[in-house]
């Protein structure tokens, strides 16, 4: 197990430093500043950088580059933290319960609400929940939740407070986090509902398959109430494919949380990252390429560690998929 | 000779009696299945046909009919945009750029995939170690970044160069799926029988691997055609790819007209309708794509 790890982590890593290669040349090759020197040149230069920490922190329109990426990070991580709980509270109860009255009209529109979830593309899922739930002037819908801009930000201005003509406040200790977690609920929520869709029919199958075993018709032969052959036996066994699943999803997960930051202007990884493709789009502006290529780490460093961990747990629950 | 009948009334009798393929028949069975299959061919038809459906009666650019909800009167049945030009008209283009740009990434794509492939699980070798390095590649970055970098050396986007972009990748996963299928059906008996009976290569993968394989072909082009849909309309989405100013696309008529709630007051119906399509458009595939991989692959009754 050990060295499997070992090899398919130095694999990834490799992976990984060729990938980061290519998408500096890619920059490189396209934006201002660098454009203009020669590539291998620059090349050499950012990989001579590397183990100092210099190609990653200072950038090259000035700046402290980890701070910066950092802090966007850090809300993306957030935004990522806070789905896969929404995630993991809904599509368990809604899998169990499926997959306990599996053959009935409870099940059959479960099984439907979970296609159209998975199938329904994240963005729109975003702009249906902002449009529905956030504050928007003129807008049709409840206005809950605010539609724009982390906890005490108004991007554009939008979302300032129409009698003092200020942004609501992200206040301190307690309320901060609890102004943070309100405007991060539209945002998670639309993240999430594709997700419990697929998590949601994954687990109702394999408990499905942990029901049809014989050590669960051995529990309902001792007399256990259907509640707890469903949640201590078939639920428990059923986990040993789910959690790794749900682990390796983080991945894919990541790349949607890019998209809905950038819709609700989080100010995450997604709202830096098309900020600067489309400063470029606009105009001949200079793009700091060591800039996007701290970006490109931070997603590949998450892409990686949620495979590795999906496989490790994998590993360790399920023998039979070890590959050494 | 009255015993034996004549070969062409022979033949046609082999020809009747050729049972369906217990496949086809899981497949029509599958009521979900086979009405989403139904729904998506008649989109993809009114899609094709989209430019030829439109007349110059649809089109009134009066103030009368800016930001109109939409009203069966005068066939403006998915409202108007801030200018007045009537959304059904660019739906039906939006509808007809994304489609095709999806299908011919997804058959371009899959026909490579399947090329590279079927070598590489064959033939081994230093095909198959690049192809294996290559998928590692792929997955080093959400996909979503990627297809934003590669589209800025595509600007301005259309709908070819998307199709060519989206086909440079997305291969790769076709691929990966197929040499693994190759590869283990190349172990099976009854290709160790033809080879050791002495057939050519081609026969051995014309006839025995490419059928055996056909089915998780088939499920890995309908899962890259709904990924190909939700990928284009994400990046057009926002405004990095296919803008409105050259084509419309599902993806950027959705995100022009959000864009335009904010802006410009517009309605809901400017972009709730082009979201709508794209939709139907994808609970459809998925459930043909479910349906036809259980017909592929029937699960133990439950």
Known sequence: MGAFVLRRLGLGLLAMFVALSGSFFFFAAKFLPLSETPILHSYWVWLRGLPSGRSLNDGLLGGHLVATVGAAFGRTMLLLGLTLVIVVVIAIPVGCLAAAMRGTVVDYVLRIGTYIAWAVPVFVVAILLQEGFGRIPGGWGTGWFPSIGWAGECPNGQGIDPHNFQCPAAGHGLTHVGQVIYHLMLPALALALGFIGLNARYLRNSVVDALDAPYVTVARAKGLPERVVVMRHALRNAFVAFVPAIVSDIGVLFGAALVVDVIFQLGGLGTLFIGLLQLNADANTPVDTYELQLMLLFAACVMLTASMIGEILLGLFDPRTRLD | ?302
């Not at chain 2, 051995?204 to 059928?211: A, E, K, N, S, V």
């Not at chain 2, 939709?279 to 991989?293: K, Q, R, S, Y």
Request: glycine share 8%; aromatic share 8%.
């Open chain 2, 1 to 302: 000779m009255s015993g034996v009948p004549h070969t062409a009334a022979a033949a046609e009798l082999v020809t009747e009696r050729r049972p369906v393929t217990p496949t086809w028949r899981r497949l029509t069975r599958q009521p979900v299945a086979m009405t989403s299959g139904f729904i998506l061919v008649a989109i993809f038809v009114v899609g094709a046909l989209g430019p030829h459906l439109v007349s110059p009666a649809l089109v009134h650019l009066t103030d009368e009919w800016r930001n109109h909800p939409p009203t069966v009167r005068e066939w403006n049945l998915f409202g108007t945009d801030a200018i007045g030009e009537s959304m059904l008209v660019r739906t039906l283009y939006g509808l007809h750029t994304s489609e095709i740009t999806a299908l011919a990434a997804t058959v371009l794509a899959t026909l490579i995939g399947v090329a590279l492939g079927s070598i590489a699980g064959y033939r081994g070798g230093w095909l198959d170690v690049a192809i294996m390095r290559i998928t590692d590649l792929l997955g080093v970055f959400p996909l979503i970044i990627v297809f934003l970098a590669v589209y800025t050396y595509f600007t301005p986007v259309t709908a070819w160069k998307a199709t060519l972009a989206l086909t440079i990748f997305l291969w790769i996963p076709v691929a990966r799926v197929v040499r693994a299928e190759i590869a283990s059906t190349r172990e099976r008996e009854f290709v160790q029988a033809a080879l050791s009976l002495g057939a050519t290569d081609r026969r051995i993968f014309l006839r025995h691997l490419l059928p055996t394989a056909s089915g998780t072909i088939i499920i890995a082009a309908t899962s890259l055609l709904a990924q190909v849909f939700v990928l284009e309309a994400t990046l057009d989405f926002f405004r990095l790819g296919v803008s409105t100013a050259t084509q419309n696309t599902l993806g950027n008529l959705i995100g022009e007209g959000q864009a335009n709630v904010f802006a410009l007051g517009q309605g809901w119906w400017s972009w709730g309708f082009p979201a709508g399509v794209l939709l139907v458009i994808l609970v459809c595939t998925n459930l043909l794509g479910d349906g036809i991989a259980e017909a592929i692959r029937p699960p133990r009754q439950r």
